[in-house]
């Protein structure tokens, strides 16, 4: 049996690097706005569908964990996040209290072109405004 110690491997370094050379928050932030901040058809774990999901503009994202993977012809890279609100107090100002409303991981071929992406929502987070609900 072959036995691979893969805790000081190169690939460690490579994907430190990678991480550390693209800014993982201005992606999230092109996505989100290429979506005009809402995502459509959306199916959550208790298989219900809701039409339209629309985020408020001041979410914002927080790199997680991100991961590097390997098909028979393809390398890809993937970054997960979770996505927080700003809460608003009482005289409508933003407070540091964030709110997490959900998750969402983007995933990027070799060249960082967009292949997909995968959303965790809280549909029960009152900072989402949700159309369209149906069981």
Known sequence: M???????????????E????????ILVKEHL????????GYWDEQDEYYETITFPRSLK????GSSIGVTNKERFLKLKFILLTAAVDATQALSDNAQKVGELILVYDEN???IDENWLLDVDSPMLEIKGAHT
């Open 2 to 16: 072959t036995r691979l110690e893969l805790k000081n491997h190169q690939v460690w370094q490579d994907l430190t």
């Open 18 to 25: 990678i991480l550390e050379n693209i800014n993982a928050n």
């Open 33 to 40: 706005e290429k979506c005009d901040y809402k995502v459509c």
């Open 61 to 64: 994202a927080e790199l997680i």
């Open 112 to 114: 960082l072109e967009f």
